[in-house]
């Protein structure tokens, strides 16, 4: 009895450690973007604004160009999303399905693009932008943020696509379906855990990006929300208040699509890494 009751308290302590340590400082961000200047700035730590103020977030809303760094952002972000998924479904079933010459080393060269540094490719690419007289533009950034998650997308969904027995399609294609309406009326709903999460790693990592923005976009205009972070800058140095209401504000999109797509997101994950 004593043996059971620690084999079931000490995984639940360390559960409470760890989700302790990496919601700290979320709620630090959060707690910290409605309290007072003083209490940002003073030494005695402030754990509860009991006095708090919006006035941070009034200031980050205020910023110059927000509405169109919105805009931006979810333009690139959802087209690059919507892009990489309609190619990997291509792509991986292409791999799944299909025999072809080069089909092992096609897979190999997927998995070392999903673990390329794109940091350090940024002067190439900024390279290529600017001799396509493509800077201060959305399309390349949309078109980059694909190929980031692009090779992660077509692992993952080329897992699913392997798990569906081939009998299901052959049953639907004695039917009468063609090969392209077997995959849509047949597989296609079968990949749904597979697209929520490669839709949430897309969204997240588009969302997020900041090197290429940095280099590429210059004007403000084609700017997106990562750069408005680093706008809360005074004569007396960094404005922390705004910039933990910014930072607040800029993770909501995240959470949203995180909670509507998790349950399936964590299933996906899990399944499409280890089935094919």
Same mark, same amino acid.
């Given at each position: 009895?004593?043996?059971?009751?620690?084999?079931?308290?000490?995984?639940? @302590?360390?559960?409470?450690?760890?989700? %302790?340590?990496?919601?700290?400082?979320?709620?630090?961000?959060?707690?910290?973007?409605?309290?007072?200047?003083?209490?940002?700035?003073?030494?005695?730590?402030?754990?509860?604004?009991?006095?708090?103020?919006?006035?941070?977030?009034?200031?980050?809303?205020?910023?110059?160009?927000?509405?169109?760094?919105?805009?931006?952002?979810?333009?690139?972000?959802?087209?690059?999303?919507?892009?990489?998924?309609?190619?990997?479904?291509? %792509?991986?079933?292409?791999?799944?399905?299909?025999?072809?010459?080069?089909?092992?080393?096609?897979?190999?060269?997927?998995?070392?693009?999903?673990?390329?540094?794109?940091?350090?490719?940024?002067?190439?690419?900024?390279?290529? =932008?600017?001799?396509?007289?493509?800077?201060?533009?959305?399309?390349?950034?949309?078109?980059?943020?694909?190929?980031?998650?692009?090779?992660?997308?077509?692992?993952?969904?080329?897992?699913?696509?392997?798990?569906?027995?081939?009998?299901?399609?052959?049953?639907?294609?004695?039917?009468?379906?063609?090969?392209?309406? @077997?995959?849509?009326?047949?597989?296609?709903?079968?990949? %749904?855990?597979?697209?929520?999460?490669?839709?949430?790693?897309?969204?997240?990592?588009?969302?997020?990006?900041?090197?290429?923005?940095?280099?590429?976009?210059?004007?403000?205009?084609?700017?997106?929300?990562?750069?408005?972070?680093?706008?809360?800058?005074?004569?007396?140095?960094?404005?922390?208040?705004?910039?933990?209401?910014?930072?607040?504000?800029?993770?909501?999109?995240?959470?949203?699509?995180?909670?509507?797509?998790?349950?399936?997101? =964590?299933?996906?994950?899990?399944?499409?890494?280890?089935?094919?």
């Amino acid at each position: 009895m004593r043996r059971s009751l620690a084999g079931r308290t000490w995984p639940n @302590a360390v559960a409470v450690v760890l989700f %302790a340590f990496f919601a700290f400082p979320v709620y630090w961000m959060v707690a910290t973007s409605f309290k007072q200047d003083n209490d940002i700035i003073s030494r005695t730590p402030v754990f509860l604004p009991l006095h708090g103020t919006v006035a941070h977030f009034t200031k980050a809303l205020d910023a110059d160009g927000f509405w169109t760094l919105v805009r931006n952002s979810f333009t690139v972000t959802i087209s690059a999303v919507l892009a990489s998924l309609f190619i990997a479904l291509l %792509a991986s079933f292409a791999i799944a399905r299909m025999k072809f010459k080069g089909r092992k080393a096609f897979v190999v060269v997927v998995m070392l693009a999903q673990m390329a540094p794109w940091e350090v490719m940024v002067i190439a690419i900024y390279m290529i =932008v600017r001799d396509a007289d493509l800077l201060n533009r959305l399309v390349p950034l949309t078109l980059f943020y694909m190929m980031m998650v692009l090779p992660f997308t077509i692992w993952t969904l080329r897992g699913f696509i392997a798990a569906v027995p081939r009998e299901l399609e052959e049953s639907a294609m004695v039917d009468g379906c063609t090969r392209v309406q @077997a995959f849509v009326r047949v597989i296609f709903p079968l990949l %749904a855990p597979g697209l929520m999460a490669t839709s949430l790693f897309g969204f997240i990592t588009a969302w997020n990006e900041f090197p290429l923005i940095l280099v590429l976009n210059k004007e403000a205009e084609a700017q997106t929300l990562p750069l408005w972070l680093t706008q809360f800058q005074t004569n007396f140095g960094s404005d922390w208040g705004a910039t933990m209401a910014a930072s607040s504000l800029f993770a909501v999109p995240v959470m949203i699509v995180f909670f509507f797509l998790q349950r399936k997101a =964590v299933g996906g994950l899990t399944s499409g890494a280890v089935k094919g």
